[in-house]
């Protein structure tokens, strides 16, 4: 655990100074990004974790490339988005790195609850909702290779991840590739079915990340270490207690407790990014070169750096 001293003189404020009574000035912010979604309920919990001297501010975007973007220009200090919006900036040569885990699992195939459709096979000829560039795409496209299909036995249609519950509801889709609560709220509301959880693939469960920008990385390393002993208690907090999660989700992200209760189980939130992250990470990356979705992988020397959830990792 970082000291209360230690905390200050890395704000750069004089630890032997502190007032009693911490003025505006002496309070540092810190720009947290996260995505409307279950995966990045996380950053709500903060508040609870925060030591004092320290605020921190969540920045909902609504897609991943959002608040991978809102890192890179510095927007805010960190972010949580999907493995596929970081490595399509890695891959480009943005200074995005990957620091900790943010939510593996958190998505399902699901169609509507009457039609004929029950496995990946069945997809082939209808309408499916996927949100380009996302994580979820790209286990789609993998899952449909592994059938032996394509893209091209399918008819994929743009819909981001908040509009696909919608969009199946009115029958403009016949299936979709969503995020949770999406999911949760399709099959609380019986308008969907599961098709599958798409975990059966060499990348697991992998979803987001925790990523921030390489200058913060050397500019400002005790505030990282700050930052990632608060989410790790989130993170367990939030894990050990489903309930509070249910609630906050329902809460920040207005949706029903019915649905909510639904998506909780197939959302692991987590900090640890590790040997088998960073392996299921790059074979991630080989897929969407092999997709042609980027020109080259990104340099895997600078776009992991694990040495903060390493450290973490050996306090109790």
């Known amino acids: 655990m ?17 007032p ?13 990004g996260a995505l409307k979604l279950i995966h990045s309920i996380t950053p709500y919990f903060y508040e609870r974790f925060t030591p004092a001297g320290t605020r921190i501010e969540v920045v909902p975007f609504e897609s991943p490339a959002e608040g991978k973007n809102a890192v890179v220009t510095k927007s805010v200090d960190f972010g ?5 919006a970081a490595t399509l900036g890695a891959a480009a040569g943005e200074p995005v790195v990957v620091i900790a885990g943010a939510c593996n699992k958190g998505m399902a195939i699901i169609a509507k609850k009457d039609s004929p459709i029950s496995s990946i096979k069945d997809l082939k000829g209808t309408k499916v909702a996927i949100w380009p560039g996302s994580t979820q795409e790209v286990f789609i496209l993998e899952r449909l290779r592994m059938e032996g299909m394509s893209i091209k036995d399918i008819t994929p249609v743009r819909v981001s991840f908040s509009e696909m519950h919608l969009a199946l509801a009115r029958g403009d ?3 979709y590739v969503g995020a949770e609560p999406g999911p949760g709220v399709s099959l609380s509301t019986g308008i969907g079915k599961l098709v599958e959880y798409p975990y059966g693939t060499a990348m697991g469960g992998l979803n987001m990340v925790f990523g921030a920008h390489r200058d913060t990385l050397s500019e400002k390393p005790k505030l990282v270490n700050v930052i990632l002993g608060i989410h790790r208690k989130a993170v367990e907090f939030a894990m050990a207690n489903p309930a509070e999660m249910s609630a906050m989700a329902v809460a920040k992200l ?4 019915e649905a909510i209760d639904v998506s909780v189980p197939n959302v692991e939130l987590t900090w640890k990014f590790g040997a088998l992250e960073i392996a299921q990470s790059k074979t991630y990356a080989e897929y969407m070169l092999q997709l042609k979705q980027i020109r080259q992988l990104p340099d895997f020397a600078t776009f992991f750096d694990t040495r903060f959830v390493d450290e973490l990792a050996k306090q109790a």
């Open 2 to 18: 970082i000291r209360r001293r230690e905390f200050l003189v890395g704000a750069g404020v004089a630890a032997l100074a502190a």
């Open 173 to 175: 889709v016949d299936a």
């Open 80 to 84: 949580m988005f999907g493995i596929a």
């Open 254 to 257: 207005g949706q029903k407790k």
């Open 20 to 32: 009693a009574v911490l003025r505006a000035e002496d309070v540092t912010i810190i720009k947290m």
